[in-house]
């Protein structure tokens, strides 16, 4: 069994395609393991990437600015817009001073935001109730008279919302790992938000997730499109970027530089990520770029 306080870590790895399979071009695999004195403990579970075979447009970008957290109540009817909850939100974004627009002119910038939607009851254990609320949030950006923090989040080129906790539910929710994985995952938010990340950063690439599970002979498929949404049905649809800006605030300076997500992106060998620090606020730009057609030697 896995003790709980132990550390999940990545391994990022090239797909083997000796047949040269079209769908298996820069395709890659990220293995989950457990940090131990003893020989690493490789997780039953397997993650592997899938590009859409000429989908990536060169000249676009995209601009990840704000990850956004709600923890909500069943037992109540929890309000998204709270005084006390748009005060920190327009805190927080008033702290981001290199976010866009000054940061999004990058050719063609599309710019997302990320948000993470949780019961205070069951976590991620209701996707139901988590997406009602997704959809209310969504519905703010359509709204008169607007929100502050939704009207800043507007000016500052917003277009796309990437449903973290919808995913995280879905995770959750289709016997993909042990049990005693699955309770790590759920008790170690940090942990479940590295792996999140492979998949958050994999949808923006406009890549496919699919997940197996031998043990349980379970294998499902994450598509973008399913977690992906516009704000509005006026703007484009969303068009898959190579380049990936992604903007952490001070208290994410450890983890966006040394996390396990960002270590095993680096040792892989099959992106190229680089980071800018503002030394007087402390936020963190990482830019991240995916080799691409390359023949891959090593699902």
């Not at 205070?120 to 008279?145: A, D, R, W």
Request: net charge neutral; glycine share 4%.
């Amino acid at each position: 069994m896995l003790p709980l306080y132990k550390k999940l870590t990545f391994q990022v790895e090239p797909c083997k395609n000796k047949t040269q399979k079209l769908e298996k071009v820069d395709a890659y695999k990220v293995a989950l393991l457990t940090e131990s004195s003893e020989p690493d403990l490789f997780w039953g579970t397997k993650l592997k990437f899938f590009p859409k075979p000429h989908s990536i447009d060169e000249a676009t970008s995209v601009v990840d600015i704000y990850s956004l957290n709600y923890e909500v109540s069943m037992q109540e009817n929890s309000s998204l817009v709270d005084k006390r909850k748009v005060k920190k939100i327009n805190r927080d974004l008033s702290s981001l001073t290199c976010m866009p627009p000054s940061s999004a002119k990058h050719i063609h910038a599309q710019v997302v935001l990320v948000l993470d939607i949780k019961t205070k009851e069951e976590g991620y254990n209701n996707k139901g109730i988590i997406q009602t609320k997704e959809q209310e949030f969504l519905s703010l950006f359509n709204q008169t008279p607007s929100i502050s923090f939704i009207d800043t989040l507007q000016k500052a080129g917003l277009q796309y919302v990437i449903l973290e906790g919808s995913l995280k539910a879905d995770l959750l929710g289709k016997n993909l790992f042990e049990e005693t994985h699955e309770k790590h995952l759920q008790s170690t938010s940090e942990d479940f938000c590295q792996l999140v990340e492979f998949m958050i950063n994999a949808f923006k690439r406009g890549e496919t997730v699919v997940i197996k599970n031998k043990s349980h002979g379970v294998e499902y498929t994450f598509n973008a499109a399913d977690y992906l949404k516009k704000i509005s049905p006026d703007m484009p649809d969303y068009q898959p970027a190579n380049m990936s800006v992604t903007v952490y605030p001070k208290q994410y300076y450890s983890i966006a530089t040394q996390g396990t997500y960002t270590k095993a992106m680096q040792a892989s060998g099959l992106f190229k990520l680089s980071t800018v620090a503002n030394d007087e606020t402390g936020i963190v730009q990482m830019t991240t770029e995916k080799i691409i057609h390359q023949k891959m030697v090593g699902c």
